[in-house]
């Protein structure tokens, strides 16, 4: 099993940035991508960003290309999202997600972190 753990979230002004991390535990050799989603009031979750084990494949939701991105540290079992320029449409609960290879879709989840930008 691995276990996720968000943090960074918080409050931010229009304008603003925030990275948010989040620290994998557990069965981290068998974690090949991982990514991040988020979920705002009222809306289905979507999907942020995702990075590859060997950082050598990103991709990103069209609303944050140039002003997201997203890194790893295998090292520190730790992936990242900076987030600059945020908006108010940005305002969700973050998650971070993993899976291991050959599987399709995301296996373990982060109980998520908020990220509140204000006008």
């Known amino acids: 099993q691995v276990q996720l753990v968000e943090s960074g979230g918080g409050l931010v002004q229009a304008g603003g940035s925030l990275r948010l991390s989040c620290a994998a535990s557990?069965?981290?050799?068998?974690?090949?991508?991982m990514g991040w989603f988020r979920q705002a009031p009222g809306k289905e979750r979507e999907f942020v960003a995702t990075?590859?084990?060997?950082?050598?494949?990103?991709s990103y939701a069209d609303p944050v290309k140039g002003r997201f991105f997203i890194s790893r540290d295998n090292a520190k079992n730790t992936v990242y999202l900076q987030m600059r320029s945020l908006q108010p449409e940005d305002t969700a609960v973050y998650y971070c997600?993993?899976?291991?290879?050959?599987?399709?879709?995301?296996?373990?989840w982060g109980p998520g972190t908020q990220v509140t930008v204000s006008s």
């Open positions: 557990g069965r981290t050799s068998a974690i090949n991508r």
């Open positions: 997600a993993a899976r291991r290879a050959l599987v399709l879709s995301y296996e373990f």
């Open positions: 990075i590859a084990r060997n950082s050598d494949s990103v």
